[in-house]
């Protein structure tokens, strides 16, 4: 950590800082300049991360040097964590698309749906059960039997499943029936939540944050990690700027940065993220091409009856087009994906 | 409801979109022109918020014409909602100000600081048991030790209290002791919170989301309001931007905009917003003028050593400066607070 | 400035960064610690500007401590700077009010609000004859025109006179007629044109561009103090976010941060910023309350006819009112205006 | 257009709006509800932009249905603008690479550039002579000295050149040596500069503003369209935003978006956007990916001695891989690439 002082600080100021670093059990390197004084501290300055240094007569920046995260740094673990659920592997070579309507609706909907991008060869099966919407009046999810579905529609399709937990009092009822717990962008710093699914046996796709940068991200993460669960999966899903023609801004360049800076596996939701159906298609490509190691696509079997977010959902046709476009780039980087091949996807078509 | 067609939409696709409104129970208005085409749909149009119109051919653009909540509007209601707690008014004539450290830390510190805002004008006191932090190795509040503590100091001084809580499991244990609930920034869209709180027969101070628009912010206070708890108040403590100088930007346009869409009162942090002492008392003055009904302020007996957010707290004697510079703009535009006479504010300093 | 690298870095590399900062002149600090090595240059770094030690190996971060401009800052002059514009003062103590219209349309329309303007108490006339309009198919100003009827309303009115020059090559001509400059905020990092401005011996009101921070806005105010021109004055006019009920964010919080970091007066203008007739009031009174030295405000005498902006302007009679309402709040704060008396006030609306 | 009036509005101030629509020309539509009054004008409405209906009583809201810009719109023109510059084609099968340094700093550093650069497949070389920078004690480029040696080492190479203009009163003299105008993103709002660009015969590359929206992009364009130059070159270069672990956000949803909106090409610089030369190569893959017809990239023979932004910028040897990895991406969507097999490649590293 940097403690920046003023030049011309009492030298009695200067001091009381000092005093408080060596308290604190800190070693103190100081150069002094005409205009600034500059206090280093090195090593591990945990323990400082709640002085209000700030506070002090004389002191006008603090600088810290180390991440506030430690479990989801690189520097921690310098190899990629994969998480296996079922017999689907996240974060290894092979690209992994996760798709679903974006709220389970009733049996003949989840079940199609399971079984068309089990075909058209996705991995997991995402819906929601409880959905966090930003009005009280619109659909807000079928609850426990959603869940239901969802949970045998994934089970009939093989393929492992995730849906959205959005409170601590929720989480032993969807333990009961899903694979991967969803913290969705508006709860990602729930920190109560966070807590709790540290302490289960799950993985968990935590969501970026609306306005969460991406060490804010990392110190949710940590939340997690910090309890025990080491499974977590990034997802990154758009953030929110001046920019109004795509609901959000979905922001690639989180994925490399990210993989420099973690070791946790990364997954993109561009349906969220430009909440336009047409925009899903290139979006996925450019996530796939920047190093995601999977996607997760919001398909309904008639977006136009859908309860929710219809305007950026694909149906079965448009959906099966995105992963005939995407499976060149997948193999164009070297990675794998489980798409069929381009005759077979004809033959599912019709 | 407005829903613009291109103009070159086939006859049938516009039908298509005609009858589904039919169906849904409305009448619509049509207008064509040669590049769009304009359907019109006046009146109570909530059915219609959950159907995907984007998901149907030639649709361009969906255009909301009432706003999406209903009790939080002025038109709804259109004198303003005051909220009694113990014998504060807020909403009133009265600028109320709200004081207090951001984490209750000893009996020592919450007790000093009960009695000495209390002595400069302060109506409530504020002071964090559950806090949220973005890192998890952050000092996170005593728990319930915190909030006996708070409870005791705000009777000793006959100070209402205000506190955060973070997840609905906390809710009775707050109950126990709290006049008013605080929902942090964070939380503006736990939905599951919100609903509860709005089961509950004490007044809800709900901060805005460091990302969320007034239309947001003001759904979530329905959420609260439709559950049949009316006793909201609104707090503007600034959104992300990407100006850093400050922590956040307090947006203080949002005061006069909010007083015209809603009847519901609306108090301003600027510690939170600026993160900055030194700017807590200009923006103070000028969340006064603009017409706050109340001020949230950090106060602490020691800076230096509190254990949260030392960086925007005042100390006693710059608080009591502040209260000194807030009072003559709030006779200035005809306001009432409860700030003793210089005289007596320089009696209290000694 | 503070050069950090990565612990684990050769020891070849981090000297060839010491060598790179010796053959620059500099004397070099290092602390070594496990995970991270500091290096720290104490005082002149300007020629360090240019360095791009990112593209040296194990360099993480490069962390600037003095700030980028010099004439600009408290630090190089701890004193106001005043501007005297014939016998305008403006960043003493009276609060300067400028108003006009947004474009200059035809004599009745510049000569009946200066008139106007003045008998309410304002000391600068504003009036577009150049405008810079997103679109090129709506009104652009009368060009010299409109220079030449502000010039004589501003005469005949005895009020100082302020117009945009948008480019180099206008400068001569809006010289002839304008007492002050003004350069708009998407001309806030027009380069060129800040640098001939720099030249003249006018002052410049200088407008912070919609996505500039506080350091970018002094910068640019450095470019025309660094060719001589020491008479800049700052423009808060909001900045772009997310929200859009308003059409910028009015960031009031930069004034006291700008106060702070400069000697450069301040002003504001509230009816860009919101966009809204009925927001301009209430942020002028915040504006003030601030510590704004300032205010420039749109008037019309028939908003509803005007060729730009006129969802933000204010009538004669709204424009009355505001003054009324701004003049107890620079009375509160010990500042001055030239807003005459209610009943004066009163006459003068008959 | 249509414009939303108050319920409650008074019948003669509704007759108001009509009645100016009337004046103005055009028909209304009118649709009576309870809370609301539509009115709607179909077609051409250009002439109602600058009318300031939000003065007008009882209006709360105006929606304007068509988009303010019209040459630069798929509407207007629906197949796809192939911009020819000697023999390179930019906007038709082949992905164009455009490369070199961001500051034209010597002959040596400018020819190597070229020849490495051409040699692995770039068909256009960057470079600048006069440099838009943030503080005016930074290196401001070689000026005309610059041109001439890019334009020489473009000859000698045989690259097309693009160099930024700053301002008007440059205009000619960089015609003189460029094949291509770029128009940085400071100054996409600078109209006089713009319009004087739309009088010329060679194609401009517009940089999108760092806070500029979609639509605004595209007015930018549009007065260069509308002055007779339709030779626009769009180009995304990352946002502002929050996020600030790279300098900008590159927004590449914006290049489906923009494909939609327009028929002009569009070309991505991912090295401005990120600041960080390892996220460049990432990038650069995404942007292929999600349609981009060119690329931007910074590259310098010994970045670590570059006068500007060398911290982004590539070696020849990152380059070249940057190159290689990009190849199998342009292939896998079915576009072009003038870069050199393997084995060349190979063979140019040694």
Request: hydrophobic content about 40%.
């Amino acid at each position: 950590m940097i403690i920046v002082m003023n030049g011309k600080t009492d030298n009695t100021d200067v001091e009381k800082v000092i005093q408080k670093l060596h308290e604190m059990g800190h070693e103190v390197h100081i150069s002094r300049g005409e205009r600034r004084i500059i206090l280093g501290v090195i090593g591990d300055v945990e323990n400082l991360a709640s002085v209000p240094f700030y506070a002090f007569n004389g002191v006008e920046e603090i600088i810290r040097i180390l991440k506030p995260y430690k479990l989801a740094s690189r520097e921690f673990k310098d190899f990629d964590t994969i998480i296996k659920v079922n017999d689907v592997i996240i974060g290894g070579k092979e690209v992994v698309i996760m798709a679903g309507p974006c709220v389970v609706e009733n049996e003949k909907q989840i079940f199609e749906t399971a079984h068309q991008v089990k075909a058209l060869g996705a991995k997991v099966l995402r819906g929601g059960a409880f959905k966090p919407r930003t009005s009280p009046y619109t659909f807000q999810g079928l609850g426990e039997e959603g869940l239901k579905l969802l949970a045998r529609a994934g089970k009939e399709a093989n393929l492992a499943v995730v849906t959205e937990v959005m409170s601590v009092n929720q989480i032993d009822l969807v333990a009961e029936y899903t694979d991967i717990f969803q913290v969705g962008a508006r709860n990602m710093q729930n920190f109560v939540l966070l807590k709790e699914l540290g302490k289960i046996k799950k993985p968990i796709l935590l969501k970026r944050g609306m306005s969460a940068t991406l060490e804010e991200l990392l110190l949710s993460a940590e939340y997690i990690l910090s309890q025990g669960n080491y499974e977590v999966i990034l997802c990154e899903r758009g953030i929110r700027t001046f920019e109004n023609y795509t609901r959000n801004t979905l922001d690639l360049s989180a994925i490399p940065a990210l993989k420099r800076l973690s070791h946790l596996p990364i997954v993109v939701d561009p349906s969220h993220a430009t909440g336009r159906w047409r925009l899903v298609s290139p979006m996925a490509k450019a996530a796939i091409a920047v190093g995601a190691d999977g996607l997760l696509i919001e398909v309904h079997p008639e977006p136009k009856s859908s309860l929710s977010d219809g305007a950026q959902t694909l149906r079965f046709d448009t959906f099966s087009q995105l992963m005939e476009e995407i499976k060149p780039i997948i193999q164009a980087i070297g990675r794998e994906c489980s798409i069929p091949s381009e005759s077979e996807l004809e033959r599912i078509k019709k």
